[in-house]
Structure formats: C-alpha cells, structure tokens
C-alpha cells in the first residue's frame, strides 16, 4: 500500500533532542522531504535528502536515512518552544505522486 | 513573487453544490498537486499535474476534477458537494530537476464546510 507511516504524537523537554521517525513504501523514492506545519498554517518545506544520501545535517536539523529499512528521522537538537508543531514526512515516488504521512505532532515541555 | 496563492479561503457549501477552488503560482513551476487535510489524516493527495495539459489522479480523486490549461493555473473541481469533502485543502507547487519533482511550495490553504 501507499502509506507512509509516523508515529502521532511525541512529547520533549525543552533543550533535549527531539527524533521524530517515519517509515516510507518506495525503495526507489529519490527524494524524502520533512514538513513542518504550525498552527493554522500551510506547510513549510525544512529539509529533504536525496536517495543516494546516508545523512544530511542543516544547522539544528539532522536527516537520518535508512534505505535498507525504507527509515527516515529527523532530529532537532536543542529543541525548542518554537518547534512545537506538527511533522510531515513525505516521500517522491516513482509515478511523481508526492505521498504524505499523517504527521507527527511535537509537544515540548517545559 | 506571490508564490501560490489559493481562493478563496474560507467557503461555506450546502450538500449538492459545485465550486471550484482556485490555484495559482508565478513560480513558472511545472508540478501542481491538491491535497486535503483531515484530523488524524494527515495530508491525501487528490490530484496531481506534472505539466499544462497532463493530470493524473491522487490518492482520493473522488468527486474531484481538476484541469491544468497553462502552467500558472490548477483549479480544483468540486462537482457536487458532499459532507464528506469538509476540509482543508492545499494547493502545492514545485519545479523539476532532471523531470522529477523537487521541494514542494504550499498555499495558505482553503477552510471547506459542507452542510
């Protein structure tokens, strides 16, 4: 089937790491995307990583990719009140269809 | 640049009604997409378009049309409303490296009620 899969919800405290994970379905996916969506808002693109690509660092963002296990993560360092929002992971499939997870909601904790 | 904008962005419908919701970009970008977002659902792909003059259905294209006559322009056709299509939806729009499709631009989104 087409679903990427993520976990709903994760809860961190302020200042730790956060790692939100995602499984997707195409092996031959060229492109793996991260999305973030605040409140009452669209989504905004924060980092992708291409197929041929183990890792890819962006300041507090780090892309995990797994290709064997079709895993990809993010991890935010250093999280903080402003990342509290909702996290999409999505994947570009050979048909050029762009296919969403149902998103991962980040809590952040005081 | 404007990036892509969507009209309207809230609607109200009753149960049989047709609308169309607009979906512009000035990115001169070649893949457009409508999706819908529901609680718990995340984001379903309904249609998508690789170019003017080339659309293929998504993953929930039911009681949708869309038609894509030039580059700037994919309108989303709503034929006769349901309950069911209460949503928000988004409008996306990306450029193409090597003819696959690359970082996504999202709209602001339209609030879709249907009585």
């Known amino acids: 089937g087409e679903d990427v899969e993520q976990s709903l919800f994760l809860s961190v405290r302020e200042g730790d790491s956060s790692v939100i994970n995602c499984t997707y379905t195409?092996?031959?996916?060229?492109?793996l995307y991260w999305y973030k969506q605040e409140p009452g808002a669209g989504l905004q693109l924060l980092t992708y990583?291409?197929?041929?690509?183990d890792m890819k660092q962006d300041q507090r963002l780090t892309v995990l990719l797994n290709k064997k296990d079709k895993h990809l993560s993010l991890r935010i360092a250093d999280t903080q009140t402003g990342d509290s929002a909702i996290y999409f992971c999505?994947?570009?499939?050979?048909?050029?269809?762009?296919?969403f997870g149902k998103g991962t909601r980040l809590h952040i904790l005081p | 640049n404007a990036g892509v904008t969507q009209t309207p962005k809230f609607q109200v419908l009753k149960t049989g009604q047709s609308m169309t919701l607009q979906c512009a970009q000035d990115?001169?970008?070649?893949?457009m997409s409508w999706y819908r977002q529901d609680p718990g659902m995340g984001l379903r792909l309904i249609h998508y378009?690789?170019?003017?003059?080339?659309?293929d259905q998504g993953e929930v294209p039911n009681g949708y049309n869309v038609s894509r006559s030039t580059t700037e322009d994919f309108p989303l056709r709503l034929l006769s409303a349901a309950p069911s299509q209460t949503s928000v939806y988004f409008c996306?729009?990306?450029?193409?490296?090597?003819?696959?499709?690359?970082?996504?631009?999202f709209g602001p989104g339209t609030r879709l009620t249907v009585t």
């Open positions: 195409d092996s031959s996916s060229t492109y």
């Open positions: 999505a994947e570009l499939m050979r048909d050029d269809k762009i296919i």
């Open positions: 990583i291409f197929s041929n690509m």
């Open positions: 990115m001169n970008h070649e893949y």
């Open positions: 996306a729009s990306s450029y193409s490296i090597m003819g696959r499709t690359y970082e996504q631009y």
């Open positions: 378009s690789v170019g003017a003059g080339i659309t």
